[in-house]
């Protein structure tokens, strides 16, 4: 099992360029998120599912679209990147049942 | 809404030395969760506390959640090159809640 994978690793755009970062699992876990890491600010939930279909905004979900159309796959959109959407993105994913999340391994993204 | 405040930020203490990280929360939780964060890495799910005044053991490292579900702490002893990282608590408002909220973090170096 490949359990939480990320693409790309490393990501370089120009201000108003617009991007998906890929998120896939094969856990079968209902759960999935995205998190943003900043220096010295933790971990920010940005939108999350918890399930097929059904998508909800996190603390900071401005300039930023999600959509899950199956299990496995929670797609990032960035529709128009501008520098302060540098960071380090973060997929989790944890079952309904239990709240451990599974990380992957990120994407940095650098906005120019 | 919702805060986690985790402190020190950062900690340099020689192996061998203990390590303590502190975590308060401006509501009570549910539960709370511990991540570990290596340099480079993506975090990785330590224990989950729920129950107050709970206190639970993996090897070298002792975590504890407060009577008012409202604090936690993470104590490692006697300290290896191998504990080096980032370690942040998360906590969830309450039951049902997808939205964990996670601590800033508290940075690790070990000196050998």
């Known amino acids: 099992n490949a359990g939480v994978t990320q693409t790309p690793k490393f990501q370089v755009l120009k201000t108003g360029q617009s991007m998906t970062l890929q998120c896939a699992q094969d856990?079968?876990?209902?759960?999935m998120s995205w998190y943003r890491q900043d220096p010295g600010m933790g971990l920010r939930l940005i939108h999350y599912?918890?399930?097929?279909?059904?998508?909800d905004q996190g603390e900071v979900p401005n300039g930023y679209n999600v959509s899950r159309s199956t299990t496995e796959d929670f797609p990032l959109r960035l529709l128009s990147a501008a520098p302060s959407q540098t960071s380090v993105y973060f997929c989790?994913?944890?079952?309904?049942?239990?709240?451990?999340?599974?990380f992957g391994p990120g994407t940095r993204l650098t906005v120019l | 809404g919702q805060q986690v405040m985790q402190i020190p930020q950062y900690q340099h203490v020689q192996e061998g030395e203990d390590f303590t990280t502190y975590c308060n929360s401006s509501t009570t939780l549910s539960n709370i969760q511990w991540y570990k964060q290596r340099p480079g890495g993506h975090p990785v799910f330590l224990i989950q506390?729920?129950?107050?005044?709970e206190v639970k053991k993996q090897k070298r490292l002792t975590f504890q959640f407060g009577e008012a579900k409202k604090n936690s702490s993470l104590h490692i002893t006697a300290t290896q090159t191998t504990d080096v990282g980032t370690y942040f608590c998360a906590g969830l408002p309450g039951a049902g809640s997808y939205q964990l909220t996670f601590g800033k973090g508290t940075k690790l170096s070990v000196i050998p």
């Open positions: 856990m079968n876990h209902e759960y």
């Open positions: 989790a994913t944890r079952t309904s049942g239990y709240n451990e999340q599974f």
């Open positions: 599912s918890v399930g097929a279909g059904i998508t």
């Open positions: 506390l729920v129950k107050s005044g």
